[in-house]
């Protein structure tokens, strides 16, 4: 929705507590020596199997499979899905997450649901404890040869409801190195219905695509059907900051360091 003020009046959650996204700045920033480094199991996929890229009108989701997990978090996590956030060629800054104020290019969101209490990620959505979202900066940089691995699709699924096939790899490699540096926090959906459902790990160093790749995802992709009359660019789909008071962020380095 262009107008997320509205969200509230359908989507009663969105105005709810433990909104996300948020902005991470050093007052509310709390170095807890108790967060491990994050251990991503199966997430090197074989190329003889093949992703769901799909663009379902607000974002490009690339659906994955159960046989990746996240350990070293309260529960098992097994992923489902991953999407994409940005701007527009104009303003690349389209993060949804802030650090000190400050806007990234675009984010990637690789979302996992609670599979030791919960049999789907349907079941899980609305509960606390029911999802963990690893979220990654993007900035401009070099040129990116994993994410080109999703990015090349693009021509392929320019229009809602249109879907590609994308050859598995490694997600891990959309990752930044250190898997052990994250801010870590309890949160909602950026998206309606916002449930507050979502252990966020938002990584603390960016990961670099290049400018050309930005401009592929700024431009490719539009909200509307190929025959619909009037087009509708797919840009700004990022969530503005949501308000966190009386909070803590944990994170897992020292602040300076």
Same mark, same amino acid.
Request: aromatic share 12%; proline share 8%; with cysteine.
């Given at each position: 929705?262009?107008?997320?003020?509205?969200?509230?009046?359908?989507?009663?959650? &969105?105005?709810? !507590?433990? $909104? =996300?996204?948020?902005?991470?700045? /050093?007052?509310?920033?709390?170095?807890?020596?108790?967060?491990?480094? +994050?251990?991503?199991?199966?997430?090197? !996929?074989?190329?003889?199997?093949?992703? #769901?890229?799909?663009?379902?009108?607000?974002?490009?989701? #690339?659906?994955?499979?159960? *046989? #990746?997990? %996240?350990? /070293?978090?309260?529960? $098992?996590? *097994?992923?489902?899905?991953?999407?994409?956030?940005?701007?527009?060629?104009?303003?690349?800054?389209?993060?949804?997450?802030?650090?000190?104020?400050?806007?990234?290019?675009?984010?990637?969101?690789?979302?996992?649901?609670?599979?030791?209490?919960?049999?789907?990620?349907?079941?899980?959505?609305?509960? =606390?404890?029911? +999802?963990?979202?690893?979220? %990654?900066?993007?900035?401009?940089?070099?040129?990116?040869?994993?994410?080109?691995?999703?990015?090349?699709?693009?021509?392929?699924?320019?229009?809602?409801?249109?879907?590609?096939?994308?050859?598995?790899?490694?997600?891990?490699?959309?990752?930044?190195?250190?898997?052990?540096?994250?801010?870590?926090?309890?949160?909602?959906?950026?998206?309606? @219905? &916002?449930?507050?459902?979502? +252990?966020? *790990?938002?990584?603390?160093? @960016?990961?670099?695509?290049?400018?050309?790749? +930005?401009?592929?995802?700024? *431009?490719?992709?539009? &909200?509307?059907? @190929? /025959?619909? @009359?009037?087009?509708?660019? #797919?840009? /700004?789909?990022?969530?503005?900051?949501?308000?966190?008071?009386?909070?803590?962020?944990?994170? =897992?380095?020292?602040?300076?360091?």
């Amino acid at each position: 929705s262009p107008f997320p003020k509205t969200w509230p009046k359908k989507y009663p959650f &969105c105005g709810g !507590v433990f $909104q =996300s996204p948020i902005d991470f700045h /050093n007052d509310i920033l709390q170095y807890d020596t108790t967060l491990l480094p +994050l251990e991503l199991v199966g997430y090197n !996929v074989s190329s003889t199997d093949h992703f #769901m890229l799909t663009n379902n009108g607000h974002s490009v989701r #690339m659906s994955l499979f159960p *046989t #990746m997990h %996240i350990r /070293n978090l309260p529960f $098992q996590y *097994t992923a489902t899905q991953l999407h994409l956030h940005w701007g527009n060629r104009n303003k690349p800054e389209g993060s949804e997450h802030t650090v000190s104020g400050r806007h990234f290019a675009a984010e990637l969101h690789i979302v996992h649901y609670n599979s030791d209490k919960y049999p789907d990620v349907t079941a899980a959505i609305d509960k =606390s404890d029911g +999802l963990a979202v690893l979220a %990654i900066l993007i900035e401009i940089g070099p040129f990116n040869p994993s994410y080109e691995k999703i990015f090349s699709h693009f021509q392929n699924v320019k229009y809602k409801d249109q879907v590609a096939l994308v050859p598995g790899f490694d997600i891990q490699e959309l990752l930044p190195d250190q898997l052990d540096e994250y801010y870590r926090y309890e949160g909602s959906l950026t998206t309606p @219905p &916002c449930f507050p459902s979502v +252990l966020w *790990t938002v990584f603390r160093h @960016p990961v670099k695509v290049s400018q050309e790749q +930005l401009l592929a995802l700024e *431009t490719a992709l539009y &909200c509307t059907q @190929p /025959n619909d @009359p009037a087009p509708l660019e #797919m840009v /700004n789909n990022f969530r503005h900051i949501q308000e966190f008071d009386e909070r803590l962020v944990s994170v =897992s380095f020292r602040q300076g360091k």
